[in-house]
T-cell receptor
Framework: QKEVEQDPGPLSVPEGAIVSLNCTYS??????FMWYRQYSRKGPELLMYTYSSGNKEDGRFTAQVDKSSKYISLFIRDSQPSDSATYLCAMNAGGTSYGKLTFGQGTILTVHP | GAGVSQTPSNKVTEKGKYVELRCDPISGHTALYWYRQSLGQGPEFLIYFQGTGAADDSGLPNDRFFAVRPEGSVSTLKIQRTERGDSAVYLC????????????????FGPGTRLTVL
């Protein structure tokens, strides 16, 4: 079983919809949680960063972390066609592993006009 | 340059050959990372450097894989006796390696080198 599980989709929504993306994980040592966005043939870019449990909002994006359930989410409000990409959750245990990110499989999102 | 650059962008080789993949990090970034991304999968950690030294090489799959960063800037990932299973996109990333968790978690990725082993 992988340390980080993410539904690969694909997910297709109309413009303006609210999108919910999720990951579960098994390693209780993870304490830093990230969402990266990857466009086709490009490297991932950091969207959201959260430490420990709680919510964080940045514009149309909201990240939630529930460490008790080992579950993280990313919500996108008022989705736009330019949001069409692969969304990757990533986690870091810190400590001696502070440079090592563990990624989910990625969810392919398409927002159609 | 403004971002992480990787060369070549594409590499096709034959099984058993040796390949080198190069990464130029963002100027001033002391930490450098290598990941491998297979089709339909997320990036898989290989190794990361803090300065010239490998701080964690636990992700290298076997002794055919080796990476260096001799002057603390450019890095080269070397693969000996390539196998078809090595075919993937090899991503390099860099970040500030100073104290503070965000500096390690905000990794700036290059576009990758697409390696195909025939």
């Amino acid at each position: 079983q992988k340390e980080v599980e993410q539904d690969p989709g694909p997910l297709s929504v109309p413009e303006g919809a609210i999108v919910s993306l999720n990951c579960t994980y098994s390693n209780s040592a993870f304490q830093y949680f990230m969402w990266y966005r990857q466009y086709s043939r490009k490297g991932p870019e950091l969207l959201m960063y959260t430490y420990s449990s709680g919510n964080k909002e940045d514009g149309r994006f909201t990240a939630q972390v529930d460490k008790s359930s080992k579950y993280i989410s990313l919500f996108i409000r008022d989705s736009q066609p330019s949001d069409s990409a692969t969304y990757l959750c990533a986690m870091n245990a810190g400590g001696t592993s502070y440079g090592k990110l563990t990624f989910g499989q990625g969810t392919i999102l398409t927002v159609h006009p | 340059g403004a971002g992480v650059s990787q060369t070549p962008s594409n590499k096709v080789t034959e099984k058993g050959k040796y390949v080198e993949l190069r990464c130029d990090p963002i100027s001033g970034h002391t930490a450098l990372y290598w990941y491998r991304q297979s089709l339909g999968q997320g990036p898989e950690f290989l190794i990361y450097f803090q300065g010239t030294g490998a701080a964690d090489d636990s992700g290298l799959p076997n002794d055919r894989f080796f990476a260096v960063r001799p002057e603390g800037s450019v890095s080269t990932l070397k693969i000996q006796r390539t196998e078809r299973g090595d075919s993937a996109v090899y991503l390099c990333a860099s970040s500030f390696g100073t104290s503070g968790s965000l500096s390690y978690n905000e990794q700036f990725f290059g576009p990758g080198t697409r390696l195909t082993v025939l």
